[in-house]
């Protein structure tokens, strides 16, 4: 197994209508499938702005847009707002469990009450039980499943990667009606405090894109660094 990104082979996909932006076109650029792939090579291609997705670590390759910008938190320097510490704290009744794997009923039907009420506009619409397991299963032996519990009802899951110097927030889905709660929000402020607890610098975020509403809410979390031009920077 290699873990130099210099023997590896990449493809591009053929353009495509971009799922986050109107009127734009889309290439994306993947690993070849073939490739085994550990811990330590994940951690350096999520360095270098790649993203996992099922089986597939890809990163966009446009040629004419460049929105879509790779983001994480620096943990140890992240200071939750006034609004974020209120949901920190309204949610502390919540148990959180861990488990090996999502594929039971009771995580599906949640995934299925969510997208049909936050994503019914969006690729993975209408919930299919095959693309669920395919998109969220466990690949390298570094995913974590985190299950958020309001007195025994299953509100929210957390699908994480743990790479070498941080978590990698693969996907989260909650209970669409609980408003209040700000579960999404939630999820990101948990995974900071977990980083911190196992010694690890960042939570990745995959990508934030400034124009578009369901990827912006990532600057609500500062300092955010993002990879521009071939290296991290703070967002200002």
């Known amino acids: 197994m290699t873990s130099s990104v210099r023997d590896l082979k990449v493809y591009t996909t053929y353009p495509h209508n971009c799922s986050y932006l109107e009127d734009q076109e889309a290439t994306t650029l993947f690993v070849d499938p073939r490739q085994p792939v550990d811990k330590k090579l994940y951690s350096k291609l999520s360095l270098m702005g790649f993203r996992r997705s099922g089986t597939h670590i890809y ?20 200071t939750p707002r006034r609004a974020q510490k209120r949901v920190i704290q309204r949610n502390r009744d919540l148990m959180i469990t861990c488990s090996d794997d999502i594929c039971d009923d009771e995580a599906f039907n949640l995934y299925q009450r969510y997208i049909r009420m936050r994503h019914a506009d969006g ?30 009802h299953l509100v929210a899951v957390a699908v994480i990667d743990e790479l070498e110097d941080g978590l990698s927030a693969i996907y989260t889905f909650f209970e669409p009606g609980e408003t209040r709660r700000s579960l999404g929000a939630f999820a990101i402020l948990w995974q900071v405090e977990k980083a911190l607890q196992m010694g690890l610098e960042y939570v990745y975020l995959g990508y934030w894109i400034k124009d578009c509403q369901k990827m912006s809410y990532k600057s609500d979390y500062r300092p955010l660094e993002v990879y521009v031009n071939g290296r991290w920077t703070t967002l200002l």
């Open 59 to 78: 990163r966009p390759h446009c040629s004419a847009c460049k929105a879509c910008i790779p983001a994480r938190i620096p943990a140890g320097t992240f």
């Open 123 to 152: 690729d993975m619409y209408p919930p299919d039980r095959e693309q669920y397991e395919a998109f969220l299963n466990r690949v390298w032996d570094c995913t974590a499943y985190y299950r958020f519990y309001d007195r025994g």
